[in-house]
């Protein structure tokens, strides 16, 4: 066997004779036992506790002043089966800090500890800080118990189970703190009745800080099942809870104080969702089937938008080119603005608004040509088989413009000037602002037939 080798298992051997394996991962601290039921071996005397063998009789005795050698760090274990009865408050009483109560065992096997005062005044009483007690039941034996685990000191974690006896027998408040239960850290199974008349707050919560709640509660809370009487401080709820009758959570959990910061998310039985808040906004349901419909009756505005805006947009225009071309169609609420096109090198610009035909700007050339008009019908035509820049504009107008032509392929003709190659030309394009379309046609026709210069 290599030498020095270390593992977590410890051995010791106890008083009796007997040796124990002890895990010093989960604890360096002694190791007591508790079990009622080994009466012909166990006792509640000085002497036995150290093994399961010879284990103390009640969990009450393992904490009181006769076992003089618990200390922080140590572990009692309420071993499978074990029972027993609190019948005052402090019955079972955690004064030294650093003890952890585990019960062994799983379902009915658990230990089960029953509260059975006839003052509702029998309870655990922690007052010493890093108590930690996990895996225990406990029963409601006494209509109205007001404090079953009444912690009283910081940094301590319950992981219990509770019962309640019946729905006449319910434990007004499990869990009650005060303000030194700072940190307090609880994980409660609640078991209650969805008809009972006694439960009010399960969890009451007096002036505590950095508390961490995990609930899993059915039952019929009066006030809230975690409440907050006294003004707590960052307070964070989470879990599942179910109280008859109540589905607006208003008896999830609530600040009483009214001066409380606190965070709550839950699913809520009772009211079929999951349900968020705190201090900052009132509990309410996060609803996604909500968030869907409202999304889809976004979705159906946007797309009733943008029938209305293809309604009136059915064809702004067509800007195409077999060749170069750089154009621009622009239009506000227009059926058809019309057409840039080249089959060479072409730059025009199309614009109009409330237009149903601008016109055509084309080009089998070189053309340069800007086409615009408001609330016009037709503006016309800008053609060119050669180079030319011209301009049409209207307001108005069923067809008004200036139009330049220019036949050959070295030809010039800006703004209203025509070619003034021949005075036959000069005539017959002395003012084409002014024609008519009748005569803009014939002049188009003559202007087609003059040779090229």
């Known amino acids: 066997m290599a030498q020095g080798t270390k593992t977590a298992l410890f051995s010791r051997k106890t008083a009796g004779g007997v040796l124990a394996i002890e895990d010093q991962s989960v604890s360096t601290g002694n ?131 509770w019962q309640d006896g019946s729905n006449t027998v319910e434990a007004a408040t499990v869990v009650l703190t005060n303000a030194d239960a700072d940190r307090l850290t609880v994980k409660l199974r609640y078991m209650g009745f969805d008809n009972g008349d006694a439960c009010v707050a399960p969890i009451s919560l007096v002036g505590t800080a950095q508390t961490r709640i995990s609930i899993d509660f059915y039952g019929l809370a009066s006030t809230a099942v975690v409440d907050m009487p006294t003004s707590c401080d960052d307070v964070v709820v989470r879990g599942y809870m179910y109280n008859e009758g109540t589905t607006d959570f208003s008896k999830s ?91 060479g090198n072409s730059t025009g610009t199309v614009v109009s608004s409330k237009t149903t ?38 307001s108005k107008a069923t067809s008004t413009g200036t139009v330049t032509v220019a036949t050959g392929s070295k030809a010039t003709s800006i703004g209203t000037q025509l070619s003034t190659q021949t005075s036959t030309n000069t005539s017959i394009t002395n003012s084409v602002a002014t024609l008519n379309s009748t005569q803009y046609s014939t002049i188009i026709s003559k202007l087609d037939s003059l040779p090229s210069a």
């Open 253 to 343: 959990v609530k600040d009483t104080s009214g001066t409380s910061t606190w965070f709550a998310d839950f699913f809520d039985g009772a009211a079929g969702s999951r349900a968020s808040g705190g201090s900052g906004g009132a509990l309410a349901a996060d609803d996604i089937g909500t968030v869907a419909s409202q999304t889809t009756s976004i979705g159906t505005q946007v797309s009733t938008l943008s029938s209305t805006t293809v309604s009136e947009t059915s064809s702004v225009g067509t800007l195409t080119s077999t060749g170069n071309s750089t154009g621009t169609v622009v239009s506000s609420k227009t059926t058809s603005v019309g057409t840039l096109a080249s089959t």
């Open 31 to 161: 190791r007591w036992y508790v079990d009622s039921g080994s009466t012909s071996t166990g006792g509640n005397t000085v002497g036995h506790g150290r093994s399961p063998d010879k284990p103390f009789l009640t969990w009450a005795y393992a904490l009181s002043s006769d076992v003089t050698d618990l200390n922080s760090g140590d572990r009692i274990y309420l071993m499978e089966g074990h029972t027993e009865s609190l019948t005052s408050a402090g019955a079972v009483a955690i004064d030294r800090a650093g003890i952890s109560t585990i019960g062994l065992g799983e379902g009915t096997d658990r230990p089960q500890i029953t509260f059975a005062s006839s003052d509702n005044s029998a309870s655990v009483l922690i007052t010493a800080a890093n108590t930690v007690i996990k895996n225990i039941v406990g029963i409601c034996s006494d209509d109205g118990l007001s404090n079953a685990f009444h912690v009283q000191a910081a940094d301590c974690t319950l992981d219990i189970e």
């Open 357 to 394: 035909s601008v016109g055509t700007l084309a080009s089998t050339g070189n053309s340069t040509g800007t086409i615009g008009s408001s609330k016009t019908t037709s503006v016309g035509t800008l053609t060119s088989t050669g180079n030319s820049t011209g301009t049409i504009t209207g």
